[in-house]
Structures are given as structure tokens and as C-alpha cells.
């Protein structure tokens, strides 16, 4: 079994490859190979699908329930506040600079050097099945979604994305809306009595009055935000119609569909649903899972934001080193200390987990 120290390093040096090699969305083909080089340093199979690099404990056995630990290995593209070179990975005061660093390269790499440690362990209580996917960035259509139905069926997951290694036990789904607000179209210098802006002047009021009555525990309440708003070409004439995006992210009190037929019926304008498949997602406070966390001093929370943790059915834990505050930031970082004990934390977790103690 490989000591926790040599995995660090090699996952450290691991991310400084990820980082000086572009991996955008839909274009992650040279850091999957950078992945597969790695697993190939430890003797370790694995398999390709598309840009998704994933694997099988040694001692796999169809009989025990399966654990995937999941993250993702493409990005968004650098922000224009960059200060620093996003693909040269710079070290400084203890941080790791560079685009993917913290979202969701530290977690990738830290569950990288989790699976391998467990790799060749006997009578754990559950297979060990990793994923190193693409396309969580953009949700697109061959990321690990597309892998679901290759894999075996999967019992429970831990996705990994920064949570400053606590315990995020559910997270927010989303759905996004096209609205339309239509009215008379006319010449701006005769009278019109169903002019579209105005008309959207009740659509917007409707929508930022919005509530949906039932409250999660965890997640709170749904977020309804109107977020875009295109309408008119010329200054002479009033538009047939006036275009909203309304943003919706759900709590686990309510499925996508759900939350779609409540707003279809009672929205003051038309609503179309671009996708509802990005339902939220969680796990009990009780899974053995969480309270292995539990008792390691992490505390659990509900999280705002989406991640591949939509497109499991399974009960799925989000866990990971770094600061979801400093992902798609400019300069974005991760402190190595965090890669240190987000290794670290995760391989106790499992010990616990797997080997039922």
C-alpha cells in the first residue's frame, strides 16, 4: 500500500500537469491522457470513454454494492482579471496557482491518490470505481453522464468539488426557463395599450414575488432569479414580444418537473423548460458514509451550486479540498496544505467506511 506522503507528491505534481495543459470543455483529450500516464506509474487498468478516464479496484467483486468517487478534469475558460499566466502552475506562499486548481483539480488529484491506496486492499465492504470526467463544466452530453450507463450500478458517491473538505449532504438542482412576454406590435408614435415591455413590467414583479412554499432543511429555499432580458430592435417600433432566462435552482423538496408544471401554470407568460435533468441531490445524515465524516470533526451542509453530482440517482456526498469561492475566479488557487489533508481525510473517511469500522 502506497504511503500517503508519496501519493501527496505525486498527486501534486499530477496538478502542476493538469494545469500547464488547456483542458476546456468538450476538449480534455491531452489532460486525459495525462491521467492515464498516471495510473499507468502505478500499474493500475483502466478504461477510455470519450474524454472520461475511469477504473476498478483490484479486487473488484460483482457481489458488493459500488462507491464511486467522482471529479472532473475540464474547465471553464480564464477570466479577463487574470494577473498571472492561467496554465503556468506557480507556487507561492504555500498556494498553487493556475486555471483548474481549485475547481476541481485538487479534488480530482486528491481522489486519484485515494483510489490508488485503496487499490490493491482485500475485504473492503464495497468496490472502489473512479471517474475522472469530462464535460461537468458545460453539462454536456459525454461527460459522466454518459458513463452511467457503461458503469455498473452505483450505490453511493462522493463527488469531489471544493467544500473545504466538509460534508456537503445535499445540493441545489437547476432548471432554466425561457420566458416569453408577448403583446401588439406597433409604431412607437400610435397609441398601443399592450405594449410588450410594458407587459413585462407585471412579469417581473410576478417573479420577484415568487415563492414556493415548501423549505428544505438543508437546502432552504428555491431560488427564483430572473437573470436575462432582451426585447425591441428599433427605437420606432414595439416588439411583438420581450425574451426573460429565469434561473431556478431547486431544493430537494421538490423534483425539476414539479417545479416546471407549478410555474407553467401559474406563470403571466409563456415558459418553456430548456432541462430537467439536473435534479438536486443528497444523502441522509445517517449514511454510514457522512457519519464517518461526522466523526472525523466534519460538519455537514446544504450547497448552492451545481456539479456531476446531478446526473447520479444514487445517494451522493460532495467533498473536496479547496474554496468554492475562489472557482472560476481570476488567479484562481489552492493551498498544497489543503491537497495534504483533503488526501488524507478522504483515505480516513473510507477506512472507516469500507472497512465497516
Same mark, same amino acid.
Given at each position: 500500500? +502506497?504511503?500517503?506522503? &508519496?501519493?501527496?507528491?505525486?498527486?501534486?505534481?499530477?496538478?502542476?500537469?493538469?494545469?500547464?495543459?488547456?483542458?476546456?470543455?468538450?476538449?480534455?483529450?491531452?489532460?486525459?491522457?495525462?491521467?492515464?500516464?498516471?495510473?499507468?506509474?502505478?500499474?493500475?487498468?483502466?478504461?477510455?470513454?470519450?474524454?472520461?478516464?475511469?477504473?476498478?479496484?483490484?479486487?473488484?467483486?460483482?457481489?458488493?454494492?459500488?462507491?464511486?468517487?467522482?471529479?472532473?478534469?475540464?474547465?471553464?475558460?480564464?477570466?479577463?482579471?487574470?494577473?498571472?499566466?492561467?496554465?503556468?502552475?506557480?507556487?507561492?506562499?504555500?498556494?498553487?496557482?493556475?486555471?483548474?486548481?481549485?475547481?476541481?483539480?485538487?479534488?480530482?488529484?486528491?481522489?486519484?491518490?485515494?483510489?490508488?491506496?485503496?487499490?490493491?486492499?482485500?475485504?473492503?465492504?464495497?468496490?472502489?470505481?473512479?471517474?475522472?470526467?469530462?464535460?461537468?463544466?458545460?453539462?454536456?452530453?459525454?461527460?459522466?453522464?454518459?458513463?452511467?450507463?457503461?458503469?455498473?450500478?452505483?450505490?453511493?458517491?462522493?463527488?469531489?468539488?471544493?467544500?473545504?473538505?466538509?460534508?456537503?449532504?445535499?445540493? +441545489?438542482?437547476?432548471?432554466?426557463?425561457?420566458?416569453?412576454?408577448?403583446?401588439?406590435?406597433?409604431?412607437?408614435?400610435?397609441?398601443?395599450?399592450?405594449?410588450?415591455?410594458?407587459?413585462?413590467?407585471?412579469?417581473?414583479?410576478?417573479?420577484?414575488?415568487?415563492?414556493?412554499?415548501?423549505?428544505?432543511?438543508?437546502?432552504?429555499?428555491? +431560488?427564483?432569479?430572473?437573470?436575462?432580458?432582451?426585447?425591441?430592435?428599433?427605437?420606432?417600433?414595439?416588439?411583438?414580444?420581450?425574451?426573460?432566462?429565469?434561473?431556478?435552482?431547486?431544493?430537494?423538496?421538490?423534483?425539476?418537473?414539479?417545479?416546471?408544471?407549478?410555474?407553467?401554470?401559474?406563470?403571466?407568460?409563456?415558459?418553456?423548460?430548456?432541462?430537467?435533468?439536473?435534479?438536486?441531490?443528497?444523502?441522509?445524515?445517517?449514511?454510514?458514509?457522512?457519519?464517518?465524516?461526522?466523526? &472525523?470533526?466534519?460538519?455537514?451542509?446544504?450547497?448552492?451550486?451545481?456539479?456531476?453530482?446531478?446526473?447520479?440517482?444514487?445517494?451522493?456526498?460532495?467533498?473536496?479540498?479547496?474554496?468554492?469561492?475562489?472557482?472560476?475566479?481570476?488567479?484562481?488557487?489552492?493551498?498544497?496544505?489543503?491537497?495534504?489533508?483533503?488526501?488524507?481525510?478522504?483515505?480516513?473517511?473510507?477506512?472507516?467506511?469500507?472497512?465497516?469500522?
Amino acid at each position: 500500500m +502506497k504511503t500517503k506522503e &508519496l501519493l501527496t507528491d505525486k498527486a501534486v505534481e499530477l496538478l502542476k500537469q493538469l494545469i500547464g495543459t488547456p483542458s476546456f470543455s468538450s476538449e480534455e483529450g491531452p489532460t486525459a491522457a495525462l491521467i492515464a500516464s498516471w495510473l499507468n506509474e502505478f500499474n493500475i487498468p483502466f478504461k477510455q470513454e470519450n474524454n472520461n478516464i475511469y477504473a476498478f479496484n483490484k479486487y473488484y467483486d460483482e457481489n458488493k454494492p459500488n462507491l464511486l468517487l467522482n471529479s472532473h478534469h475540464d474547465t471553464v475558460k480564464p477570466n479577463a482579471g487574470y494577473t498571472l499566466d492561467p496554465f503556468e502552475p506557480i507556487t507561492s506562499d504555500g498556494k498553487l496557482f493556475g486555471l483548474g486548481s481549485n475547481d476541481a483539480g485538487g479534488c480530482l488529484v486528491s481522489l486519484l491518490a485515494t483510489f490508488v491506496y485503496f487499490y490493491e486492499a482485500k475485504n473492503l465492504t464495497h468496490n472502489l470505481i473512479i471517474v475522472a470526467s469530462a464535460e461537468e463544466e458545460s453539462s454536456g452530453p459525454n461527460g459522466l453522464n454518459s458513463m452511467l450507463a457503461i458503469l455498473p450500478h452505483i450505490d453511493v458517491a462522493i463527488v469531489g468539488e471544493p467544500t473545504l473538505m466538509q460534508l456537503a449532504i445535499a445540493e +441545489k438542482g437547476l432548471v432554466i426557463f425561457d420566458a416569453e412576454v408577448t403583446g401588439t406590435p406597433s409604431h412607437a408614435a400610435h397609441p398601443n395599450d399592450n405594449n410588450s415591455i410594458y407587459n413585462t413590467i407585471e412579469a417581473l414583479e410576478w417573479f420577484k414575488n415568487y415563492k414556493f412554499e415548501k423549505v428544505s432543511e438543508v437546502l432552504g429555499e428555491v +431560488k427564483l432569479t430572473v437573470t436575462q432580458i432582451n426585447g425591441g430592435s428599433q427605437h420606432n417600433v414595439v416588439p411583438a414580444k420581450v425574451d426573460l432566462v429565469i434561473d431556478v435552482r431547486v431544493n430537494d423538496c421538490y423534483s425539476n418537473r414539479e417545479i416546471a408544471d407549478l410555474l407553467m401554470a401559474s406563470a403571466p407568460c409563456d415558459l418553456k423548460a430548456r432541462s430537467l435533468r439536473l435534479n438536486s441531490s443528497s444523502i441522509d445524515k445517517d449514511h454510514p458514509l457522512v457519519e464517518s465524516g461526522i466523526a &472525523l470533526g466534519r460538519s455537514t451542509y446544504g450547497s448552492p451550486t451545481l456539479s456531476d453530482q446531478a446526473a447520479l440517482s444514487c445517494p451522493s456526498l460532495k467533498l473536496g479540498p479547496g474554496d468554492s469561492t475562489r472557482s472560476h475566479s481570476a488567479d484562481e488557487f489552492i493551498y498544497l496544505e489543503e491537497i495534504s489533508e483533503g488526501i488524507s481525510l478522504y483515505i480516513e473517511i473510507l477506512d472507516r467506511f469500507l472497512k465497516g469500522k
